[in-house]
Nanobody
Framework: QVQVAESGGDSVQVGGSLTLSCAAS?????MAWFRQAPGKEREGVSG????????YYADSVKGGFTISRDNAENTLYLQMNSLKPEDTAMYYC???????????????????WGQGTQVTVSA
């Protein structure tokens, strides 16, 4: 069992930056960020392996977002730069013991979810 809790969501203008954080009660898990915009399905944004040595990004955020983890602090991060209105969504942190899931980002593979943190990007 692991509990995860996101923070850092905010309202920003187009082109701005935000860093999301996710605190976990245990951290020997593959971790990922997902997002869900109103009226849309949840989508995988980025995943990271247990060690932090491997990462994956959805095409829609590649080059603008950076995922990282601090295994000493049990914290996952998502640095988001050059934000666009289409990045507006609820962002969720997720964890799984399925060690491969960081590169496939299937929601069904992640068993532990936070409550989400809202990111709103306006022109």
């Amino acid at each position: 069992q692991v509990q995860v809790a996101e923070s850092g969501g905010d309202s920003v203008q187009v082109g701005g930056s935000l860093t999301l954080s996710c605190a976990a009660s245990r951290f020997t898990y593959c971790m990922a960020w997902f997002r869900q915009a109103p009226g849309k399905e949840r989508e995988g944004v980025s995943g990271i392996s247990v060690s932090g040595g491997s990462t994956y990004y959805a095409d829609s955020v590649k080059g603008g977002f950076t995922i990282s983890r601090d295994n000493a602090e049990n914290t996952l991060y998502l640095q988001m730069n050059s934000l666009k209105p289409e990045d507006t969504a609820m962002y969720y942190c997720a964890a799984t013991s399925r060690f491969w899931a960081w590169r496939t980002l299937r929601s069904a593979d992640f068993g532990y979810w936070g409550q989400g943190t809202q990111v709103t990007v306006s022109a």
